[in-house]
């Protein structure tokens, strides 16, 4: 059967499935194929599990804190079945919501692998048979993969990735964590509150790399001050299996050292999945970043876009692929829409979060402004004193000529919540001088944002200012 459709978009994920909806929003027929599971992995196997297992951690570690407050716990007791089932059900009623919002939308969902015949011609392979899809328009939302290194014994025994690891049928005693990354510390946080003994190994200098420099020691001081085992600098050599346990052989300045856990968790990176796709036969080049596109998610091949984990430009984030399924679809219909990075906020749901907008203070230097900082501690802030935190800060980055807001990085509790006010200030283009103008709620941790704004101008109210280079 020949199905006719004005847009057609490989793969469900938080790119494909928004497009999807905007699609149909605007008028036109749209058919959203999909291979496994709607939401991709972002809804089943990403961001909402992780979140889900996340939030039963800090619950662990709230009732581990409870007397702190003036309240008395008995023993807190870990149920693993009922904490997979917490993250089953969020799952599925994210999911279920998906489907639902698409039919009511009139969206064609068609289950199958798709691959390119001609630009605008897809063979869908589904349980039922071969269907061929004619669209005016194709986007390619095929997402990434875990990524694998040519690390020996990775692909051995006891080894896991993110989605293995979120689906452990038992806790481990120890776990050892491959990469620090926002995936590896995640696990690291969530596994560590759980009680398992964690060791996480990053070969570059910090955790988090691409967050900014001081935001990435306050996480390394935090999560250390937990118990997490941290090497940085660390490559790993090797992974064996003794029957037992993984043993992994790490490298730091020449010197070798082992460490035994009960599972290993590779977190190295993403890989896009431009396999099998027949993108040989529309002579689109691709490699395990992803596809080339342009501002409009356009590729090299007109009428085919391809947006989030599978384009190469932007982050791979959930929130960046929706953003560009609405830039593919708004383009592919006429209107004018373009895609910018300036503002697009990156978190890591560690406890303590953190989170970041914009440039960092190395990324502001190197780009050439003069920059000036303003920060706050949340010791200072009454509702994080309030809830107990007495750590973690607001950084914010400016540029010391006009007052444009370059950056904003925060480590502490709801940093993920936070971030907004520092996003929308970045994509109003707003100067610390207006941002004076806003009035916060107080007590809340938004105060903290406001004067970090205060330090960069020199004029903090509640901390004692730092005297200006
Ligand atoms: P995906 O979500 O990868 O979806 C692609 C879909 O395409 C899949 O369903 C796949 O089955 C389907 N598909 C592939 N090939 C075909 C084919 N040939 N035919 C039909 N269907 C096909 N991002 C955040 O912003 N915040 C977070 O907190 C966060 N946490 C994460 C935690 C983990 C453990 C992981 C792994 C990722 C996390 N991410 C997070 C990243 C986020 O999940 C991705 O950026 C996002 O899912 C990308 O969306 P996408 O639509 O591009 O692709």
Redesign the pocket.
Known sequence: MTIKTDIAI???????YVAALRAAQLGASCTL?????LG???LN???IP??ALLYSAEVIESAHTASDFGINIGDVVVDWDGVQAHKNSVVKKLTGGVEVLLKKAGVNILY????FIEPTILQVEGESGTETVEARDVII????R?ASIPIPGLDGPGVVD?TGALALEALPNSICIIGAG??GL?FASLFNDFGVKVTVVEMMPRIAPLMDEAISRGLDRALSGKGIDLHTNTRVSRVEHDGKQCIITMTKDGEEQKVSTDIVLSAIG?AA?IE??GLENLGIKADRKGIQVDNRMRTAVPHVYA????AKDGP????V?SHQGIVAVEDAMGLTAHMAYNAVPS?I?TSPEVASVGLTEEEARNAGYEVVTGTFRLGANGKALAMGVSDGFVKVVSDAKNKAILGVHIVGPHASDVILEGTLSLDMEVTLGEMRHVIHPHPALGEALAEAMLDAEGISLHSVSRKRK
């Open positions: 490989i793969g469900s994920g938080p790119g494909g194929i999909e291979k496994d599971r991709g992995v972002c196997w990403g961001c992780t979140k199958g692998a798709a691959s939302a095929t997402g990434s875990n993110s926002a995936i995640e993403r999945n099998n796709i947006i989030g984990d599978v791979m984030l959930a929130h692929a978190c749901y």
